[in-house]
Every structure is written in structure tokens, then in C-alpha cells.
């Protein structure tokens, strides 16, 4: 197929798209929170899910109502600290991931990472990934806003030189896929589509290969359900 009908770019998401972090996650919240002296509960594990640290130290701070004087900027660190030492003994990649990424680098597509993660976040999992498979990454901090806003997928965008509306992005959480829409991309959701309509949701990555990233450029109401 020509270029033309392939993405310009295929921009996946961190974590719980590509590393298995979601559990290490939810840990280092709850650390955060218990040391705070304000444990956690399940309600607060789906509302933490797909969440920036910001927005996570933000909904951490509120749930404690200030407990303790801690701010959220002061949680912020506590949790970038606590899971960064948590990934510092391993992260397992998920189902599918190299192997759509060395399709990709085969087929001449350019792969970016767009997280929501902070910098020191992004890199240690890129050590275990591989960054040679990526053209570039964008953390927490290389766009004005992070997600849901559109701005960390129109700056990876414009870094590769590419329309957005050519490229096809990948998520696993309605945080990320309202960023990636809002940015013109192409969204394939992985795991469950957690009632976003308009996308097209697969179990895992190996369920992701060139025809269906092609087809889903070149017809962008396209939605394919795969199992």
C-alpha cells in the first residue's frame, strides 16, 4: 500500500497500553495516601486509573482534605518517588507490544510514546521497551497541558512533522482516549472500550497489526471490534 493509505505515525500510550503498570500504579497511591494517614478504597482505584500525576496528587489532596498540610505538589512528588522506585525493580511488557513495534519499524511507520507519566517515569520504562523503537517520546511536562487535553498528542505531531488526523493512537484509558480524539487522531482503545463510543477497542495488542491501522486511517469513521 502506498504512504499515503498508511498512519504517518502510530502513537502509543504507557501505561497499561504497552508495560503492565496499572497494579504498581494503584500501589504507590495507596502508599502515598496511607503515610498521609487517609487510606484509599476501591472508588478511588477507578477514579486514580488513566490519571496524570497531577490530576492523581490533585484528587489525593482533596480526598484528604489537607490531612497532614500536604499539598499537592508536595503529593505529586511523593508519588512520582514512590512509583518510579516501584518500576526500578521491573515492568513487564504487555501481550503484543514488540512485536507491533518492530512491525512498525519493518513497515517504515514512525512510533511515538505519549504519556502522561513525568520524565523519570517515561524513561526507566523506555529501558525496558527498547527507545530505539521510538521516534520520540512526550512525558508530563512537554506539552502545556496534559491529558485529556489534546496537547501532549498534537505535540508529538508536530515534532514528527505529521497531521495528527493521520495518525493512529493508543490507548487504554478514557483519560487518554479523550485526549487522543480531541487531538484528531484515529483511536484504538485496548481492553475495553469503557463505554467510548467511536473507537475501536481490542483485548490486547496482538490483536492490532497493518491492515487494521491502515484501514482505520484511511476511513476515519471506520470502528472495528476484534477479539
Same mark, same amino acid.
Given at each position: 500500500?502506498?504512504?499515503?493509505?498508511?498512519?504517518?505515525?502510530?502513537?502509543?500510550?504507557?501505561?497499561?497500553?504497552? +508495560?503492565?503498570?496499572?497494579?504498581?500504579?494503584?500501589?504507590?497511591?495507596?502508599?502515598?495516601?496511607?503515610?498521609?494517614?487517609?487510606?484509599?478504597?476501591?472508588?478511588?482505584?477507578?477514579?486514580?486509573?488513566?490519571?496524570?500525576?497531577?490530576?492523581?496528587?490533585?484528587?489525593?489532596?482533596?480526598?484528604?482534605?489537607?490531612?497532614?498540610?500536604?499539598?499537592?505538589?508536595?503529593?505529586?512528588?511523593?508519588?512520582?518517588d514512590a512509583f518510579t522506585g516501584r518500576l526500578e525493580n521491573g515492568v513487564t511488557t504487555l501481550p503484543g507490544?514488540?512485536?507491533?513495534?518492530?512491525?512498525?519499524?519493518?513497515?517504515?511507520?514512525?512510533?511515538?510514546? +505519549?504519556?502522561?507519566?513525568?520524565?523519570?517515569?517515561?524513561?526507566? +520504562?523506555?529501558?525496558?521497551?527498547?527507545?530505539?523503537?521510538?521516534?520520540?517520546?512526550?512525558?508530563?511536562?512537554?506539552?502545556?497541558?496534559?491529558?485529556?487535553?489534546?496537547?501532549?498528542?498534537?505535540?508529538?505531531?508536530?515534532?514528527?512533522?505529521?497531521?495528527?488526523?493521520?495518525?493512529?493512537?493508543?490507548?487504554?484509558?478514557?483519560?487518554?482516549?479523550?485526549?487522543?480524539?480531541?487531538?484528531?487522531?484515529?483511536?484504538?482503545?485496548?481492553?475495553?472500550?469503557?463505554?467510548?463510543?467511536?473507537?475501536?477497542?481490542?483485548?490486547?495488542?496482538?490483536? +492490532?497489526?497493518?491492515?487494521?491501522?491502515?484501514?482505520?486511517?484511511?476511513?476515519?469513521?471506520?470502528?472495528?471490534?476484534?477479539?
Amino acid at each position: 500500500m502506498s504512504s499515503r493509505e498508511s498512519p504517518a505515525a502510530v502513537l502509543f500510550d504507557m501505561d497499561g497500553t504497552l +508495560v503492565d503498570t496499572e497494579d504498581l500504579w494503584w500501589d504507590a497511591c495507596v502508599e502515598v495516601a496511607d503515610g498521609l494517614g487517609s487510606p484509599l478504597g476501591e472508588a478511588d482505584r477507578e477514579a486514580l486509573f488513566g490519571l496524570s500525576v497531577e490530576d492523581a496528587a490533585l484528587h489525593i489532596t482533596a480526598a484528604l482534605d489537607t490531612a497532614g498540610g500536604a499539598g499537592a505538589r508536595a503529593v505529586e512528588a511523593m508519588l512520582t518517588d514512590a512509583f518510579t522506585g516501584r518500576l526500578e525493580n521491573g515492568v513487564t511488557t504487555l501481550p503484543g507490544a514488540v512485536a507491533l513495534l518492530e512491525s512498525l519499524r519493518a513497515a517504515g511507520i514512525p512510533a511515538g510514546l +505519549v504519556s502522561a507519566s513525568p520524565r523519570p517515569v517515561v524513561d526507566l +520504562v523506555l529501558g525496558t521497551v527498547g527507545g530505539h523503537r521510538f521516534r520520540l517520546s512526550v512525558a508530563a511536562g512537554d506539552s502545556a497541558r496534559n491529558k485529556p487535553a489534546p496537547d501532549p498528542y498534537l505535540a508529538a505531531a508536530a515534532r514528527l512533522g505529521v497531521d495528527p488526523a493521520a495518525c493512529v493512537a493508543i490507548e487504554d484509558s478514557p483519560t487518554g482516549v479523550a485526549s487522543a480524539r480531541s487531538a484528531g487522531c484515529a483511536v484504538i482503545v485496548v481492553g475495553s472500550s469503557g463505554g467510548v463510543s467511536g473507537v475501536t477497542a481490542v483485548p490486547t495488542l496482538e490483536s +492490532v497489526d497493518l491492515p487494521l491501522l491502515r484501514r482505520l486511517v484511511s476511513d476515519p469513521t471506520a470502528v472495528t471490534p476484534r477479539t
